[in-house]
């Protein structure tokens, strides 16, 4: 078997993904794809830990447009991702998968509260780990809960499958001259503003010295590609 480029991902998936084309709520046709792809990463030996968005359901201060204090807005967006984790652990599973949900926020009768001993474990044995309530705070995206759930299993690189296919030089949908970059650094992400992934979670990952592949999920066999360390996308390091 051909060897992977990585022993153990944090993948981050966004929560607009997993609805589909209308990016709203599940599309478990999508779900299924990400699912076997995911497993056959876990064949070859890959340990997986995954955090998803909340953005089909919720996207925390965002939608609360004002409209409610920033901290209760957060807290919707992060029941949302439990919504998100537990539904594609049901789909993980659906396909051979073992996983288990781990919530930042503890609700025992619905998944595992989070514990770094825990956790470790679950990935030793072959488990995909859900990492669902963000970081548990607000004022904390997504984006930051992937960055650090990677520092604290020792992931040797951040996954990131978006709707967008890498890091480009400007907003591709704005400025028709946008050029995708192969590779940059996260000082250059910071510098020129570059909103790709939040200030918070780049500063941790440049911080922790964690590689991040940021790639298109459609189709979502690139999840497949990435792990085997084909280029594609951006790498940020």
């Known amino acids: 078997m051909e060897k992977t480029a ?12 997993l609805g589909g084309e209308s990016g709203r709520g599940l599309d478990f046709g999508v779900m299924g794809q990400v699912a076997r792809a995911v497993k056959t990463c876990v064949d070859r030996g890959v ?4 955090v998803t968005g909340g953005g089909n ?24 991702t439990v919504m998100n984790s537990l539904a594609m652990g049901e789909v993980l599973e659906q396909q051979g998968v073992p996983a288990r949900v781990m919530t930042m926020l503890d609700m025992p009768r619905v998944a595992e509260s989070y514990s770094y001993g825990r956790a470790m474990h679950h990935l030793e044995k072959g488990r995909v780990v859900l990492f669902a309530a963000g970081s548990g705070n607000p004022y904390f995206s997504t984006d930051s ?3 650090l759930k990677a520092a604290e299993i020792g992931a040797d690189a951040l996954l990131m499958a978006k709707n ?15 050029v995708r970059l192969d590779r940059i650094g996260y000082g250059e992400i910071l510098a020129k503003d570059l909103k790709v992934i939040d200030s918070t979670a780049t500063s941790l990952l440049r911080d922790n010295a964690i590689p991040t592949l ?15 360390g084909e280029k594609i996308g951006t790498i940020v390091e």
């Open 164 to 178: 967008i296919d890498g890091v480009y030089t400007a907003d591709p949908r704005k400025d028709p001259t946008a």
């Open 214 to 228: 940021i790639f298109a999920l459609d189709p979502p066999e690139n999840i497949v590609r990435a792990v085997m």
């Open 6 to 17: 990585y022993r153990r991902v944090l993948l981050k998936l966004s929560g607009e993904a």
């Open 145 to 147: 809960a992937a960055a």
């Open 47 to 50: 340990q997986i830990g995954l």
């Open 57 to 80: 359901y919720w996207r925390g201060a965002k939608d609360g447009g004002g409209k409610m204090e920033r901290s209760r807005a957060d807290q919707m967006g992060m029941l949302a």
